[in-house]
């Protein structure tokens, strides 16, 4: 029995079971586990969305017209009106040709004069040009925000073009626009409104340019002058045009605060000349040289400055009748002997003017001629030997500040 039950028990344990199981096992998967999705119905969603824009800080609505240009979506209609501002602007379509051609076109002198228009470009001259009483025609502007920057009244009358920047920057001469030019009839000095500081700092100094004939030298002298505290600028013929684009740019707004007089002949100046005023002239005539004073030279290369080719004043001998071939030879370059002094002495004790000549042409005869009239005395700024002259907005504002130094301290000695 017992052999029995053991035999039973050996088949059980070695007989096959008839169960099988196959194991896949793949390597270097890792298994996830997501959080199910939370359906929301709609009425929940919708409450949930308000309170999650309750809690979020209160902003300034803006308006359809700023969330438009916001979005750079293009108006429909060139013609705009901004709600925070009291005038209507345009907008220049693609295609616009009207900045290309107003520029163009105030770049040349002969438009200039033939329409009496100018072009002013940035801010600063655009400020300073609306408030000295000067009547703005057309403005230019790549941003809506520019507006603000000016008085409303100044604007109401102007025609306002909003253009593209990369328009503006391809017509403007300036390396960095602002993004703003303007187009003014061209301002006359008798009727211009000069700042009440400008005007209570005038000194009895002018100042009379001859043949400057460089943009950026013109400009400089103006902004000297008009710091010097000038009463006027004078400009003879020969000059370039005091309203040319780089000559407003360096002037830096000296156009619009004290009188600056163009193409004057020299037969007039005089009358731009208050009673007693002497003429003095900004030289590079050495003391040391050969031809001292009452020793004149018949070269006027010698004088430095002074021209050898325009406006000549030939003299002959009384009775003497001389042919085209002979004329050369036996006519003789009058020039005024003068005196020359170091700048730095007294000569501004009463009202004078000084005359800049040009560094190509350098000072006319007709300026030697005036000074001479007038009294007056060549000015020597002592240099280094073997230095031609100096430029000739640097010489301008050393005499200048000399002279305003000069005057004060007579004003403070009689007072």
Not at 27 to 40: D, E, G
Not at 378 to 384: E, F, G, S, W
Request: glycine share 6%.
């Amino acid at each position: 029995m017992a052999a029995l039950c053991r035999g039973t028990v050996r088949a059980c344990i070695l007989k096959p079971l008839g169960l099988s199981v196959s194991l896949q096992v793949k390597r270097n998967v890792r298994a996830l586990r997501r959080t199910p999705v939370r359906v929301l119905p709609a009425a929940e969603k919708g409450r949930e969305r308000k309170e999650v824009e309750a809690r979020r800080p209160q902003q300034p609505r803006q308006s359809e017209y700023q969330t438009r240009t916001s979005q750079g979506v293009r108006q429909p209609t060139a013609l705009t009106e901004a709600p925070a501002l009291e005038f209507r602007y345009e907008r220049a379509l693609p295609g616009d040709k009207r900045l290309s051609k107003v520029v163009t076109i105030a770049k040349s002198k002969k438009f200039r004069d033939r329409h009496g228009q100018v072009l002013l470009e940035g801010r600063r001259l655009l400020t300073d040009a609306l408030e000295s009483g000067a009547v703005l025609q057309t403005l230019f502007f790549s941003r809506v925000d520019y507006l603000k920057l000016f008085p409303p009244d100044k604007l109401r009358k102007a025609n306002l073009i909003k253009v593209n920047f990369d328009n503006i920057k391809i017509w403007s001469d300036v390396v960095a626009p602002q993004g703003l030019m303007g187009i003014f009839a061209k301002p006359d000095h008798e009727k211009i409104s000069y700042p009440t500081t400008q005007t209570k700092h005038t000194l009895p100094l002018s100042l009379i340019c001859d043949n400057i004939r460089d943009p950026g030298n013109l400009g400089t002298i103006l902004r000297c002058a008009a710091g010097a505290g000038c009463n006027k600028v004078l400009l003879t013929k020969g000059c370039v045009d005091a309203w040319e684009p780089k000559v407003l740019r360096a002037g830096m707004g000296a156009h619009f605060r004290l009188p600056v007089i163009s193409s004057l002949d020299w037969d007039i100046v005089p009358n731009y000349l208050s009673a007693g005023t002497k003429v003095f002239l900004a030289d590079n005539f050495r003391p040391d040289m050969k031809h001292k004073t009452g020793d004149v030279s018949e070269k006027a290369s010698d004088y430095g400055w002074v021209s050898t080719n325009p406006r000549r004043i030939l003299i002959t001998e009384e009775g003497y009748e001389s042919s085209g071939d002979e004329e050369d030879n036996t006519d003789k370059l009058y020039i005024p002997g003068l005196e020359v002094q170091s700048y730095f002495e007294s000569w501004a004790q009463s009202p004078c003017a000084i005359v800049i000549g040009g560094e190509t042409h350098g000072l006319s005869i007709e300026s030697l001629l005036l000074a001479e009239k007038s009294n007056g005395k060549r000015l020597y700024i002592p240099v280094v030997p073997d230095i031609d002259s100096l430029n000739s907005a640097m010489a301008a504002s050393i005499l200048l500040f000399e002279g305003k130094r000069q005057i004060e301290n007579t004003m403070k000695r009689k007072s």
